[in-house]
C-alpha cells in the first residue's frame, strides 16, 4: 500500500506565495514521475507541473515562470513553490506519483488533494 500525503495549502493574498509539500509512504521500489494536478470547481482537473526521477521538468503555460516543482528523491517527496499567486490559482492541489513496486509494477498513486485560495 502507497500513500501521498500533501500539505502546505491554504488562504494566501494576491502575489504572495505557498510552497506544497507530497510525501509517499508504504513498499516503494522507485517512484517515476511526480506531478502536480489542480482542480477548481466547475473545472476538469489539469496537470500544472511534472518532474521525471533523474529532474527534467514540465509545466503548464499558466504557471511558468511562477511556479517550480522539486523532489528530493531520498525523502520521496516532491513540492511545488507557488509565487506571484494569482486568483486563478485557487482550487485543490492534488499530488500524482506513478510507483514502481518491488514486483516491478507500476501503478498510479493520487494524494488526498489541499485547497489552495488566493484572494484578490
Known amino acids: 500500500q502507497v500513500q501521498l500525503v500533501e500539505s502546505g495549502g491554504g488562504l494566501v493574498q494576491a502575489g504572495g506565495s505557498l510552497r506544497l509539500s507530497c510525501a509517499a509512504s508504504g513498499v516503494i521500489f522507485r517512484i517515476n514521475d511526480m506531478n502536480w494536478y489542480r482542480q477548481a470547481p466547475g473545472e476538469e482537473r489539469e496537470v500544472v507541473a511534472s518532474?521525471?526521477?533523474?529532474?527534467?521538468?514540465n509545466y503548464a503555460d499558466s504557471v511558468k515562470g511562477r511556479f517550480t516543482i522539486s523532489r528530493d528523491n531520498a525523502k520521496n517527496t516532491v513540492f511545488l513553490q507557488m509565487n506571484s499567486l494569482k486568483p486563478e490559482d485557487t482550487a485543490t492541489y492534488y499530488c500524482?506519483?506513478?510507483?514502481?513496486?518491488?514486483?516491478?509494477?507500476?501503478?498510479?498513486?493520487w494524494g488526498q488533494g489541499t485547497q489552495v485560495t488566493v484572494s484578490s
Open positions: 500524482n506519483a506513478f510507483v514502481t513496486s518491488w514486483a516491478r509494477n507500476e501503478f498510479p498513486v
Open positions: 518532474i521525471s526521477s533523474g529532474g527534467r521538468t
